[in-house]
């Protein structure tokens, strides 16, 4: 093989090299939640917990004043667990609509300009917004009722031996954890 | 003549004052809805009804002996209390809370109530209606769990129902716009 086409081999394979790494990257940064999603998840998450509280105190007649801090850390802990599982969902959630919408989401890399090229950038920019919104929605309603199940299962029928207390915590932390994992499944 | 008046008038107002004489009927409940178990607060009522025609001077309930010191613990108030006076055709009561410790089986009597008809009279007793044999057991964890409580259920799904339904309203509004916008893109191709 001549040394120009030697050249011209090794320069493709770093361009192919390269645009790998440019998705790899992008892939990464998109797998992070923004701020509004990390508090819209929590506040979420923390209303999911708070519903079990009430059974709780009502059916297993816990002093809401003496185990307020205990409600207080529980919910907390578990809510965060609970976000990363919603974020979790909501990302496979959107990648899987995205190919399924079959739009070619990746910027054109080329410098003629297309006519009307603004305005389909502009769609596909609103398009993947409101992929994400479905996305979000979805993974907010699927993992909300799943942890919901989970932790009555836990409550009534698993952990309902111990004291009221340590049925709390255990119900709560296993049914966050469990949902949680479970989420992570998915994407890998 | 005038002094065959005044024992007339004598004798007569000791046959009043001898008639009048307090009858006190005193009632003992317990007010709970359930059987209580161990270290759950239970409430006794004393009600003293004085169905005589005169005051009861010096009125003292005693009932410490039904609940002795190393098996029950008072939470409120107390077991033996006096009243000066109970007049009469009145009624008068005190409860007390209580809290038994140990698992057990207790036979609870009658409580006693003293008073006297004058205020330096012969103290007279008198007994309450009584309780009867109560078990203590201890509560186990599963126990409330078991009866329907269907009103707590029922505001735990109205509740979780309206927090659910916010995120599939805006998921059905996201999914129109989404065909709308693909269809459109699809279109410019």
């Not at chain 1, 976000?83 to 990648?95: A, C, P, Q, R, T």
């Not at chain 1, 009722?145 to 952990?159: D, G, M, Q, R, S």
């Not at chain 2, 044999?133 to 409330?144: D, H, Q, V, Y």
Request: glycine share 4%; hydrophobic share 40%.
């Amino acid at each position: 093989m001549s040394n120009r086409n030697k050249r011209k081999k090794k320069q493709r394979e770093e361009r192919a090299f390269l645009e790998v790494e440019r998705e790899r990257e992008e892939t990464l940064r998109l797998r992070k939640p923004t701020t509004k999603q990390r508090i819209l998840y929590f506040f979420v998450g923390l209303i999911m917990n708070i519903l079990p509280t009430y059974l709780f105190f009502s059916i297993y007649e816990m002093d809401l004043l003496k185990s307020l801090p205990l409600f207080g850390f529980v919910s907390i802990i578990c809510s965060i667990i609970l976000s990363m599982g919603y974020h979790n969902v909501s990302f496979f959630l959107k990648h899987r609509i995205i190919k399924k919408s079959g739009v070619n989401f990746q910027k054109q890399r080329t410098k003629k300009k297309v006519a009307g090229g603004e305005r389909e950038e502009r769609q596909k920019k609103q398009l993947e917004s409101t992929i994400t919104t479905q996305a979000v929605s979805l993974s907010l309603l699927y993992n909300s009722l799943f942890y919901l199940a989970v932790v009555l299962i836990f409550a009534f029928y698993i952990t309902w031996i111990f004291e009221a207390p340590t049925n709390y915590v255990l119900s709560l932390a296993c049914a966050s954890s469990i949902v949680t994992y479970i989420s992570s499944t998915k994407i890998q | 003549m005038k002094i065959l008046l005044l024992i007339i008038l004598l004798l007569t107002s000791f046959v009043f004052a001898a008639e009048e004489q307090a009858n006190l009927v005193v009632e003992k409940d317990i007010l709970v809805t359930t059987l209580p178990h161990t270290e759950e607060e239970f409430t006794i009522l004393y009600t003293i009804y004085n169905v005589g025609n005169g005051p009861a001077y010096d009125v003292r309930l005693q009932d410490a002996e039904n609940f002795p010191k190393g098996k029950y613990s008072t939470v409120l108030s107390q077991i033996d209390t006096n009243w000066d006076i109970v007049e009469a055709e009145t009624n008068t009561t005190h409860a007390v809370i209580l809290k038994r410790h140990a698992v057990g089986s207790d036979f609870i009597g009658p409580a006693k109530v003293l008073f006297k008809n004058t205020p330096n009279g012969q103290d007279i007793t008198s007994t309450s209606t009584y309780i009867g044999r109560l078990n203590f057991t201890p509560k186990s964890p599963g126990e409330s769990r078991k009866s329907p409580n269907w009103e707590h259920w029922i505001i735990f799904s109205v509740v979780a129902a309206l927090v659910l339904v916010i995120p599939f309203l805006l998921f059905k509004k996201s999914e129109k716009k989404k065909k709308r916008l693909t269809m459109n893109l699809r279109k410019k191709k």
